[in-house]
């Protein structure tokens, strides 16, 4: 029996203990196990532990369960990662409730260069359903991997797209890898499980219930590079999804729709509060994820430096010793005031000298 991995299920099932406090812990013991070694007085001085979640603690018990866990893991060879280990999604790090510990099943590569989740409403229209089919294929050259929740709509659309153009599709689930909801999808997390692969923190016989869908999207949220949102009211699951993709960070997209169609007003409605990107085909996506080709030729556009102001050359000298530039850093460098560089800035976009990125980033074109 795996001493370390005994103790890592164990701690996600202390009851009182959070992926939070979890995490916390570990940065203070370094291993599962040590956390349990620890004496109650110890831990109960602990900032955020206290006294109630030190005796939750001290109290577990239940070593039987967590052993069973593991010759279930063993016996459907499902990789257990925890948040130590180096094949744990490292995107996810960056996320406060990142969980403790993920299973596994599956080939695809957690931590690829471009991750995709796709997400939107269980009862889909013929035109999400065509969009989402469109956007998936257009993204084959990008050799992305695409993430969705494994849910009726689209995100089962978004699954059987990458499948068929050939993409690694990962379903994250909001129950235990010991069965399949809905069920009507096992086949294709049958075929996931071989060609992308199937993620859940949830231990086996762990029911699909209403309160697990939340933890399963903050998974969805963290674990990409970007998210698209295609098709949802407003408010839908994927709303929610959406948000805490904002939360940590991360670039959303939205595919706009209708005005008066139901279907269309979460996606709208992000898009008007400025919390999504209005994207409308893949090659939107690809630009504003700076996922195009580098283009090598600068020397026609450092000819053109010799007719810059005094401000905007200062900007180009400095975007000449970096690939790009978040916006307060060049603040910084620079030394002007934030209404010159700005205007230096919109005047060098304008000469399409420079290109505007996600999150305030700079680069020269």
Same mark, same amino acid.
């Given at each position: ?10 701690? !996600? ?16 013991? @370094? ?40 010759? %279930?893991? $063993? ?8 948040i ?35 997400? @939107?409403?269980?009862?889909?229209? $013929? ?10 294929? $257009? ?32 379903g ?27 993620? !859940?923190?949830?231990?086996?016989? !762990? ?12 998974i969805?949220? @963290?674990?990409?590079?970007?998210i ?7 408010? @839908? ?17 939205a ?9 269309? $007003? ?65 603040? %910084?460098k ?8 700005a ?23």
């Amino acid at each position: 029996m795996n001493n370390d991995l005994l103790y890592q299920v164990a701690l !996600t099932l202390v009851p009182n203990i959070g992926d939070v406090h979890a995490k916390s812990l570990i940065a203070v013991y @370094g291993d599962a196990q040590s956390v349990f070694k620890a004496r109650k007085k110890e831990l109960e001085l602990l900032e955020g532990i206290g006294s109630v979640r030190a005796k939750s603690i001290k109290d577990f018990a239940d070593l039987a369960r967590c052993e069973e866990e593991i010759k %279930f893991i $063993e016996k459907y060879r499902i990789a257990p990662l925890f948040i130590t280990d180096k094949n744990y999604p490292q995107r996810l790090l960056n996320c406060y409730d990142s969980p403790v510990l993920l299973y596994y099943r599956g080939t695809a590569d957690l931590n690829t260069s471009k991750i995709v989740s796709i997400v @939107g409403t269980r009862n889909n229209s $013929e035109y999400g359903k065509n969009v989402c089919e469109k956007l998936v294929e $257009e993204l084959k050259d990008q050799n992305v991997l695409v993430v969705s929740g494994l849910a009726f709509g689209i995100d089962t659309i978004a699954h059987k797209a990458a499948l068929k153009s050939n993409l690694q599709t990962v379903g994250v689930m909001a129950h235990g890898l010991d069965r399949i909801y809905p069920v009507q999808n096992k086949t294709l997390a049958k075929q996931m499980a071989e060609a992308g692969g199937l993620l !859940t923190d949830f231990i086996s016989n !762990t029911n699909p219930d209403k309160q697990n869908f939340p933890k399963r999207n903050r998974i969805v949220a @963290g674990i990409c590079d970007c998210i698209v949102v295609i098709e949802s009211s407003k408010k @839908g699951g994927s709303l929610i999804t959406a948000e805490l993709a904002n939360g940590y960070n991360k670039d959303v997209f939205a595919i706009p729709g209708k005005t008066t169609d139901t279907k269309s $007003e979460g996606c709208n409605y992000l898009i008007r509060q400025n919390k999504a990107s209005l994207i409308t085909c893949a090659a939107d996506l690809v630009e504003l994820m700076n996922w195009m080709p580098a283009q090598k030729n600068h020397k026609k556009q450092r000819a053109l430096f010799v007719e810059l102001t005094p401000d905007e050359k200062i900007i180009t000298d400095i975007l000449l010793q970096q690939e790009s530039i978040q916006i307060d850093e060049l603040y %910084f460098k620079s030394g002007l005031s934030s209404s010159a560089t700005a205007a230096a800035l919109l005047m060098l976009e304008m000469q399409n000298l420079v290109i505007s990125l996600p999150g305030k980033v700079y680069k020269l074109a």
